[in-house]
């Protein structure tokens, strides 16, 4: 799937993405903030690389 940008409707876009590839509301936005990008993994979050978090 090609992800070209949000449109007008940014919310709806980010609900997309996480329904779609399982990804974390904060992956999602960077996800399309990066538009246009190709997903063709089912499990992007996986392959990814880890950041460290704050418990």
Known sequence: MLLT???????????????????????????????PVAITEPDLARSRPERGRCP
């Open 5 to 35: 940008g949000p449109g007008d409707r940014k919310t709806e876009a980010l609900r997309a993405i996480r329904t779609i590839t399982g990804l974390s509301l904060w992956d999602s936005k960077l996800l399309l903030d990066s538009a």
